[in-house]
């Protein structure tokens, strides 16, 4: 399946329930909620001790309203690759993350949840879980590798279908770095460190990070017009021509403006970070970061070199240097 | 993630008593990979990934990593600690990012942002940071008691 058919097929899931509403297969209850609150440390009496929860504002024991999503899951059945193919026949939210590993991005984590409680439940208290799928992005690159973010939104109601709280909830469905942290050679040790974004590579810009590979800073040209661009895409914005080849540049150019990024801090990139909008000689524009200047030091118009320069084992990326002096 | 970090709320805060801008307590909670399989097996999430490492070490992760229901449970834990067991939550709104790791430390911070007179409800923003980075922000809204007794609470 290509990219164009994929997001095709993935927008189709948008908007459909991921199945018929499903009952939790425990009521609400005492022992699932100590084990909880056991494991979070959590030492609220309304939770555990009747007594105190009696005389709460809650008039009785309560689940912690955490919890709701807990109620819902599937258990050990989730671990189970083959339990889960069998099953994607019926639960749309399972074919879904089937077809994305298929097409490459075998990976998942959660990444956004927001719940809303509609009133705490209670020990006795049956949950139905109802979800729709509520929104697929395009492709992205993200700090873990490039996928596709899947929204969900959750219902959860008693038998009677009183509402009893509400989520939203996203997870990044994921193709990961090809070497992992994972490697790090002692296990005791520190987390790895980060690595840098990853581009999402296709038609229009694989041959422009080829050039990179290579040591040669490409910029596109169109072959009608001769006008260049950069980023790379498919047709010229002068004269909507699709024909295209590309010229090397020198690298050279001057700054026309910056950024610095302090906040937010992204794992692997260290703040303050310059980034620089260049001219290049050559006639279009250049983002990259610079390096050997302190931002204070950062002026409009200083010209600057790009060289190549390895991010890691894996990445090159350009990055802009002070220009010899007399440049 | 431990009993060690467990602390009893006894008195619940009072909706007067908080002021927009009040800092809640630093809770500094060592990431263990019994912690994290506790809080995963708590939830019912037995996603590999938290709680088998090559399973973790096959998605490009160091170890296993700490589920968002743990992180979820461990953001209300840590509002109510402050609060007290009188505080009723509506709301949790979470984003992660940089994941937990075991051997790390995740310190969560949260301050007072805004405060609705008419329902009692008060908003607070939270980080929880860990050596990478903020492994979650988020907000969390809950209604507090008023002062002249449980009246306004419900
Ligand atoms: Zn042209």
Redesign the pocket.
């Known amino acids: 399946m290509d990219k164009p058919e994929l997001e095709a097929t993935l927008r189709g899931f948008v908007g459909r329930e991921t199945g018929p509403p499903v009952e939790g297969p425990d009521p609400v209850n005492e022992v699932m909620i100590r084990h909880w609150c056991e494991a979070m440390g959590d030492a609220n009496p309304v939770y555990t001790d009747r007594d105190a929860a009696a005389a709460s504002v809650h008039g009785g024991l309560v689940a912690p309203p955490t919890m709701l999503q807990a109620w819902s899951m599937r258990g050990l059945a989730m671990a189970d690759l083959r339990q889960q193919q069998d099953e994607t026949h019926s639960d749309q939210q399972l074919a879904l993350h089937e077809l994305l590993t298929q097409a490459g991005f075998p990976s998942v984590v959660a990444t956004n949840s927001e719940q809303g409680y509609t009133r705490y439940l209670r020990p006795g208290d049956r949950v139905i879980s109802h979800t729709v799928v509520e929104a697929i992005s395009g492709e992205k690159a993200t700090a873990l590798g490039i996928g596709y973010f899947l929204d969900t939104r959750t219902i959860f109601r008693d038998p009677a279908g009183d509402e009893l709280g509400w989520m939203t909830f996203r997870v990044l469905k994921f193709k990961p770095h090809a070497q992992p942290a994972a490697a790090a050679p002692d296990p005791a040790a520190a987390p790895a460190k980060p690595r840098r974004l990853r581009p999402p590579l296709g038609h229009d810009n694989q041959w422009w990070w080829d050039g990179i590979a290579a040591g040669e800073l490409r910029i596109q040209r169109?072959?009608?017009?001769?006008?260049l661009r950069h980023p790379p895409r498919p047709m010229?914005?002068?004269?909507?021509?699709i024909a295209w080849d590309w010229v090397v540049s020198r690298g050279a150019g001057a700054i026309h403006s910056y950024v610095v990024l302090h906040h937010p801090p992204v794992p692997g990139y260290e703040v303050p970070l310059p980034v620089v909008l260049v001219d290049l000689d050559e006639g279009t524009r250049l983002v990259a970061n610079l390096a050997g200047r302190k931002p204070a030091e950062i002026r409009i118009g200083m010209r600057v070199q790009a060289r190549i320069e390895a991010m890691d084992e894996e990445m090159k990326l350009p990055v802009f240097h002070p220009a010899e002096s007399g440049s | 993630m431990t009993s060690a970090a467990r602390s009893a709320p006894l008195t619940t805060r009072r909706f007067e008593a908080v002021a927009v801008g009040d800092a809640l307590p630093e809770l500094a909670l060592p990431i263990t990979v019994t912690g994290i399989v506790a809080g995963a097996l708590a939830s019912r999430d037995f996603t590999p990934v938290h709680h088998d490492k090559a399973a973790a070490q096959a998605q490009g992760m160091a170890d296993v990593f700490m589920n968002i229901l743990t992180t979820n449970g461990l953001v209300g834990r840590y509002v109510t600690d402050w609060a007290g067991p009188d505080a009723v939550l509506r709301n949790v709104a979470i984003k992660l990012g940089a994941p937990n790791l075991p051997g790390d430390t995740m310190k969560l911070v949260g301050t007072v942002k805004s405060k609705d007179e008419a329902a009692h409800e008060v908003v607070v923003e939270i980080a929880g940071k860990n050596a990478w980075g903020n492994h979650v922000t988020g907000t969390v809204r809950l209604v507090l008691p008023a002062a002249s007794g449980a009246g306004g609470a419900r």
């Not at chain 1, 169109?222 to 006008?227: E, I």
């Open positions: 169109c072959r009608d017009c001769g006008t010229c914005g002068r004269c909507q021509s």
